[in-house]
């Protein structure tokens, strides 16, 4: 195993390649968030969508695509795994522009068996689910308790005791109610697909979700003990096996390692989540968009399971935002004002076509370091 820097390239012949970015870091992320927020708008995390997530994708896209373009060069049969945000327009963008084996990878879904057995009430190990969506906003379309069917026992609980008023589920039931599926990975996700109901106009606080950098990893305070550990463990001062002890950092990682097991040494597996082009697998999503589904994962490669099509209410919502991401990857490519522009509007975030274009000058303007040159040509 190898790992290298990025622009270094990755090694000549190599099988697999991982690859987990932040263009600007933390200060970028923040930004992502502060400078909509001058303009009154919130979001829960803003890496994925959003102002924030419009503008991480133009940050982030021609640097993925430089280091995939390597992959081409240097490894064509390798497979790339990518588990930086936002997931679906970068996974997207690789697949659309080379010829290289891209997944996208996230662990929010190994957090559904866990939210949905503290909604009944019973431990997480009884709990299996399978989920079909894009990723951060995919429904369960089944799931077990016990080998019994999930679904009747939720709805039973639901009519007896309602939904929670505030925090965790406050989001995900009320939506269930209205389209039939349990929305994941969590409410603080699923919320920001649906500014208009969840995020705008101050509501964030009725349903207890939180406001970024809250409970997230770009919380300045959050990351103090963990980039100091870090220090330690770079500098030798501490061994490796104290970041294991971090509650949730080995579910981090291991993901990746079962399915390059899985891949290498032909341990088959169906693998809970994996962001994949579409090509039928959802049927009344379009083709050329990127789903995250289960995925049956042996030496031979990496099958998505047919799931079947999503109710109608929510293919809807995904497939609008199918389209939006597609408008921001052709922004991030040109450098093309109108197309950032018009992704801020399918968004839903902003009031105004006015607010939409200030704003989007003032991101630009603020994250300038970190974007292609050919944004401020002739400015």
Not at 149 to 167: A, D, F, K, N, T
Request: hydrophobic share 40%; net charge negative.
């Amino acid at each position: 195993m190898r790992s290298t820097w990025i622009g270094g390239g990755p090694s000549r012949g190599a099988d697999f390649v991982i690859v987990t970015i932040g263009v600007g870091g933390v200060r970028a992320t923040h930004l992502d968030v502060e400078v909509p927020r001058r303009y009154g708008i919130e979001q829960t995390v803003g890496d994925t969508v959003g102002p924030g997530g419009v503008m991480r994708a133009l940050r982030h896209v021609p640097a993925l695509l430089e280091i995939a373009r390597d992959v081409e060069d240097l490894c064509p049969d390798a497979y790339l795994f990518n588990y930086s945000n936002p997931l679906t327009p970068l996974t997207r963008a690789v697949r659309r522009e080379t010829r290289v084996k891209a997944y996208g990878l996230c662990t929010g879904v190994f957090a559904v068996s866990y939210i949905l057995a503290s909604y009944l009430g019973v431990e997480s190990g009884r709990v299996k689910a399978r989920v079909s969506g894009i990723n951060h906003l995919y429904g369960v379309v089944h799931f077990t308790v016990e080998g019994e069917p999930g679904y009747p026992l939720l709805r039973e609980q639901v009519e007896r005791e309602g939904v929670p008023r505030r925090g965790e589920g406050a989001v995900a039931l009320r939506l269930y109610r209205a389209f039939g599926l349990v929305p994941m990975p969590d409410d603080r996700h699923v919320a920001e697909f649906f500014p208009h109901l969840f995020i705008l106009g101050g509501v964030m606080e009725r349903y207890g979700i939180p406001r970024f950098p809250e409970g997230t990893i770009y919380d300045y305070g959050a990351r103090r003990p963990f980039e100091e550990l870090l220090r330690r463990v770079a500098s030798g001062q501490a061994p490796v096996e104290e970041l294991l002890k971090i509650r949730g950092l080995e579910e981090e990682g291991i993901g990746v390692v079962r399915l390059m097991e899985a891949i290498a040494l032909d341990r088959e597996m169906v693998f809970p989540g994996i962001n994949v082009p579409n090509d039928g697998v959802v049927p009344n999503l379009p083709s050329w968009g990127i789903v995250e589904e289960p995925a049956h994962v042996d030496s031979s490669g990496i099958r998505p399971l047919h799931m079947g099509p999503l109710p109608k209410g929510i293919a809807g919502v995904l497939a609008q935002r199918l389209a939006q991401y597609e408008v921001t990857i052709d922004a991030a490519l040109s450098g093309d004002r109108d197309l950032a522009l018009q992704a801020l509007l399918m968004d839903g975030y902003v009031s105004s076509p006015d607010q939409a274009e200030e704003l989007l000058e003032e991101m630009l303007k603020a994250e300038r370091e970190w974007l292609p040159s050919y944004w401020f040509q002739g400015r």
